[in-house]
């Protein structure tokens, strides 16, 4: 069986990111398994503008994006197999992919990757009454119809959940002459970036409700109406207050969840993002095996999926040459109004800087945000405003991890 250093499993942003990493941090033996024929990930079909501000002050299409990774894997001369689809992978890292090429192959990697993306929520996992027709569709897989495929999904379109893909979707699907009717939302607040409800919603004129969402969906063959009614604090329907809609689609953004079924053959375990548990080198609970991008949890901005995929194959290199740091974990938990922070565990014992990801459970204004330990403040930083559905990051430096006893908390506080 052939052993290769580094295997990194997806050649998305993350995947991409930690390969050039790996490379310039000294490792030379490299694989990147991507199961569709190009690199990049979901970036091939994000053909609207707004990526790389951070990383390259540039507004650029996902396709320029990628490109630009995808060139710098090429000229490094980092090998990747395309069309080559990961079936197992085994605690002692055995990596199994499928590939017309190749066949059923068998590999040692002495360190993974993951970076495997994500997938959406569809209509089972949110299981919307009514009838089971045609036209229901997620808004990744609409955006692939149009933007790869060319295919418009429908022409009178209902789109349920603000998540950012359903929101640039309302504007692509407008632009492209399909009448987006509106969007409809379960929370009180928007699951979208705030400038993807400006520039794809308002400037449009589409209709954004709030607090509500579909209690019936009708139609023999295809969709022909949806019911939209409003819901109450307990998210249950209200009678009396239905909208009837005519419309030929439902489009639904109601979710993205970490792919993780591979890691989760082999036991390993998870928190609450669905996505693997992670250290600061986002080494996860399996020796040698990292994690990164929306593998690890959903990202709303492609540079920070490019950051920590930089993390997770410098976190590869450090382990590939045995200079990880080892010893006691400090845990870091959640506390009051954070729904999750990554990573969940510290090495007491690193020395370089860390960075706590985290979302907040609910909009919120004018807060601290407090990392703890034991009741003692261990960094306190204002925030005027924070909203679910943009990741919030605080750094953490390592001269204040050694004092730590027991675990650290990250809370919000109002400022009084
Ligand atoms: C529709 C959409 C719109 C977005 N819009 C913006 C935006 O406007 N601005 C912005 O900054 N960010 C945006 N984002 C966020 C950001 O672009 C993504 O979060 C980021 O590109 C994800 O990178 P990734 O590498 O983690 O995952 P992906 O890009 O999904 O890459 C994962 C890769 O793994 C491969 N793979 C999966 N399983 C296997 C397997 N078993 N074997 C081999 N290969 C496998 C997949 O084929 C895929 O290529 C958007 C995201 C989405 C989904």
């Known amino acids: 069986m052939k052993t290769i250093d580094l295997v990194i499993i997806g050649g998305g942003s993350a995947g991409m990111a930690a390969a050039i990493q790996a490379r310039k941090d ?41 490109t630009r990774f995808a060139d710098q894997v090429k000229e490094m001369g980092i090998p990747y197999k395309l069309n080559a689809q990961v079936t197992n992978i085994t605690p002692d890292k055995k990596v199994t992919y499928s590939s017309l090429e190749d066949g059923l192959v068998t590999i040692q990697a002495k360190a993974i990757v993951m970076a495997t993306g994500c997938y959406e929520r569809g209509a ?27 295919y418009m999904c429908g022409k009178q379109i209902v789109i349920l959940g603000s998540g950012d893909i359903g929101l640039i979707m309302a504007r692509r699907l407008t632009l492209e002459g399909a ?10 607040y928007s699951n979208g970036l705030n400038r993807n409800i400006a520039q794809c919603l308002n400037d449009y004129d589409i209709p954004l409700y709030l607090s509500r969402s579909v209690s019936k969906v009708i139609g023999k063959n295809r969709v022909e109406k949806v019911i939209l009614s409003a819901v109450d604090e307990k998210m249950q329907f209200i009678p009396g207050t239905e909208m009837e809609i005519k419309c030929d689609t439902l489009i639904l953004s109601v979710g993205l969840i970490p792919y ?19 250290n600061e080198h986002m080494e996860t609970m399996i020796d ?15 540079d920070f999926v490019t950051d920590e995929g930089r993390l997770a194959g410098h976190g590869a290199a450090l382990y590939l040459k045995e200079q990880l740091p080892t010893g006691e974990d400090i845990n870091v938990v959640p506390g009051e109004g954070v729904g999750y922070v990554i990573p969940q565990t510290i090495k007491k014992s690193t020395t370089e800087e860390v960075t706590l990801k985290f979302r907040v459970r609910k909009p919120i204004k004018d807060v601290f ?16 405003v924070l909203i679910p559905s943009e990741m919030t ?8 991890l050694k004092d730590i006893k027991g675990e650290l908390t990250v809370r919000l506080e109002k400022r009084a």
């Open 26 to 66: 000294g490792i030379e033996d490299i694989l990147i398994l991507e199961k569709d024929g190009s690199l990049g990930g979901i970036l091939n079909q994000c053909i609207h503008n707004g990526f790389g501000l951070t990383e390259f002050k540039e507004e650029l299409t996902g396709p320029e994006y990628l």
């Open 124 to 150: 089972g996992a949110i299981q919307i009454p009514g009838d089971r027709c045609a036209g229901i569709i997620t808004a990744g897989t609409a955006q692939k119809y149009l933007n790869i495929h060319g």
């Open 179 to 188: 009448k987006v009717i509106c969007v409809s939302e379960i929370m009180p």
């Open 260 to 278: 993780v079924s591979l890691l989760n053959n082999i036991d390993c375990p998870t928190g609450s993002t669905k996505g693997p548990k992670v």
């Open 288 to 302: 040698g095996i990292f994690s990164c991008g929306n593998c690890l949890h959903v990202h709303d901005v492609v």
């Open 369 to 384: 945000v407090i990392i703890e330990n034991n009741g003692n403040q261990v960094a306190k930083s204002f925030k005027p």
């Open 393 to 400: 990051m605080v750094k953490l430096v390592s001269d204040k």
